[in-house]
Nanobody, 116 residues
């Protein structure tokens, strides 16, 4: 299984921006898809953004137009660019990889707190 390590979580004011990174232990080229999930306090983990092997992207309605998922094959890294952050974006963000014939791999998460 590929190992995933997230970074970039921080405390940010409403309206601010952050970029999350997810470094993979191996090549991400052959993965079926990669995704970012978010778990808000007291809530279930939900998908925020997905990027497929064919470079198609999809976003949760709550983040459309504000978040952008991307990846760098040379660096084996997944990114999440987040703009216009609000309090509802607070939570632990997890990186996910869909590994062919192996299932899901998860990172340990990185915390984002949006607060004034």
């Amino acid at each position: 299984q590929v190992q995933l390590v997230e970074s970039g979580g921080d405390v940010v004011q409403p309206g601010g921006s952050l970029r999350l990174s997810c470094a993979a232990s191996g090549s991400i080229f052959s993965l079926n898809a990669m995704a970012w999930y978010r778990q808000a306090p007291g809530k279930e983990r939900d998908v925020v953004a997905v990027i497929t092997r064919t470079n198609k992207t999809a976003y949760a309605d709550s983040v459309k137009g504000r978040f952008t998922i991307s990846r760098d094959f040379a660096k084996n890294t997944l990114y999440l660019e987040m703009n216009s952050l609000n309090a509802e974006d607070t939570g632990v963000y997890y990186c996910n990889a869909k590994v062919p014939n192996r299932g899901d791999s998860w990172g340990k998460g990185t915390l984002i707190t949006v607060s004034s």
